[in-house]
């Protein structure tokens, strides 16, 4: 039987090769190190051997954190739980390596086997980025799809794609995390994601489902579920204020991811739509946990199950927009709100948002990885590839 998932390879296939009469490139794909060809499910022994080995090739060193995570998948995959007794409190660095490992609980060593390949392979390919996002320097604008801008302590990434809706392609991921990366370290106290033009985003490209790579769907839903958690992962861990600015409708991930942000400022034009189950998808942007927190399950289940679209002011109700704004003065009364919010005193800022993240941040991590992994079997289905077919042939694409 030939599945959707063969219907839309083969499309991709067509259109890969088709006009250009070679290959087109998927560079993220192309960085990605040859154990990530297995086809397996599971990472053997051997797979770790060789993600150990590449760590050791790594250039850039990857920061305490992920150095702690890979410290302790590696001693839950080859030794199991952490049965060491727990340092002394002043012993820093080994009770930091022990309470990483403790906190793998009973996970299964095979799993944590999996769990250190992956991570690995996600960090070396976003190592290798195809064309890496200028990081914002004081006033200074990156052209193209996405555009990087810094001025009077304020950081603003602006989906700049308005005649698709600003839509996000697989660079636009890559760049955004890019961009994070540039304004964790740059010399802002706020952080903020808007969209240039009529909509806030259409959330992912749909387009990004049909380059698939010769190891077939499985390959492709198998790395972006890897790079989707990465992509996550940087919401999740950013140390800053984050603020969404929501010119427009907002559908999709970027409605999910805005659980992770510290306000929401919406035009009373917005509109935010998790179009999941018309789609075969599940929810993602940890939204399967921060949604029903703040809104009750009820309502989380009415967005992420069934779908309902809200205005900007039912989303004010519910918890997940700050505030709403008539369209006509949106930009002038935001954008002075969060010049008056810079002139706070940057570290005190910074240490509030800390305090206030930190109890959740283990939680949100494992949530991110469970829906990744929801999402993995999800694109495979017959369910999502007949949709995205479906949205890709009305607009006379296939
Ligand atoms: C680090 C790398 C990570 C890689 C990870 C990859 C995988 C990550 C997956 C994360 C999962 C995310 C879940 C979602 O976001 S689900 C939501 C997906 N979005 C949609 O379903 C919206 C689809 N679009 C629409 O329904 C409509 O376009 C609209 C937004 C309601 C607007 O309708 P309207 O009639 O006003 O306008 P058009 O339809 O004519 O659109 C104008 C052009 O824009 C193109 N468009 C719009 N949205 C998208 C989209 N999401 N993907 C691709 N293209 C889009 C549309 O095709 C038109 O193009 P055209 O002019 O060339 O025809």
């Known amino acids: 039987m030939t599945t959707m998932a063969q219907v839309i390879c083969g499309l991709a296939r067509r259109w890969c090769f088709g006009a250009l009469g070679s290959p087109l490139q998927v560079p993220c794909l192309q960085a990605l190190p040859l154990h990530l060809g297995r086809t397996a499910t599971r990472a053997s022994q051997r797979d770790l051997e060789n993600a150990v080995h590449q760590v050791k ?151 990004n489902f049909t380059d698939i790579p010769p190891g077939g769907p499985e390959e492709k839903a198998r790395t972006n579920a890897i790079l989707l958690r990465e992509f996550v992962d940087c919401f999740i861990d950013f140390p800053k204020p984050l603020v969404a600015v929501v010119n427009g409708p907002a559908v999709g991930i970027s409605v999910t991811l805005l659980g992770l942000f510290d306000l929401v400022y919406a035009s009373d034009r917005a509109t935010f739509h ?22 009750g399950p009820s309502k989380a289940a009415e967005m992420l199950i069934f779908g309902r679209k809200l205005t900007a002011q039912e989303a004010c109700a519910q918890g997940l927009v700050t505030e709403v704004f008539p369209d006509s003065t949106f930009q002038k009364e935001v954008w002075t709100r969060l010049r008056a919010y810079t002139k706070l005193p940057p570290n005190a800022v910074r240490t509030s948002r800390e305090v206030m993240r930190s109890k959740g941040r283990e939680r949100l991590h494992a949530v991110n990885a469970e829906e990744c992994g929801a999402l993995q079997q999800r694109w495979l289905s017959e369910e999502c590839t007949s949709a995205v077919v479906r949205f890709l042939s009305r607009r006379g694409k296939l």
């Not at 189950?277 to 929810?283: A, D, E, K, N």
């Not at 942007?285 to 703040?294: E, I, L, N």
């Open 57 to 207: 090739l790594w250039k850039k060193d990857p920061g305490n954190e992920v150095k702690l995570k890979l410290y302790a998948l590696y001693k839950q995959a080859t030794e199991g739980p952490c049965n060491l007794p727990k340092p002394d409190m002043m012993d820093l660095v080994n009770k930091a390596k022990w309470d990483a490992w403790s906190a793998l609980g009973s996970l299964p060593k095979e799993t944590a086997r999996e769990n250190y390949v992956d991570l690995v392979s996600s960090l070396s390919a976003a190592s290798e980025p195809p064309s890496p996002a200028k990081p914002a320097a004081d006033g200074e604008q990156a052209g193209g799809d996405l555009v990087v801008t810094s001025e009077n302590h304020i950081t603003t990434i602006t989906f700049n794609r308005p005649a698709k809706k600003n839509a996000i392609t697989t660079k636009m991921y890559q760049d955004i995390m890019l961009a994070l990366q540039a304004a964790s370290k740059d010399d802002s106290v706020l952080t903020v994601l808007t969209g240039n033009g009529e909509y806030y985003c259409s959330g992912n490209d749909l387009t």
């Open 274 to 295: 998790t179009p999941f189950g018309p789609l075969g998808l599940s929810p993602e942007g940890c939204s399967s946990y921060t949604f029903p927190k703040m809104m």
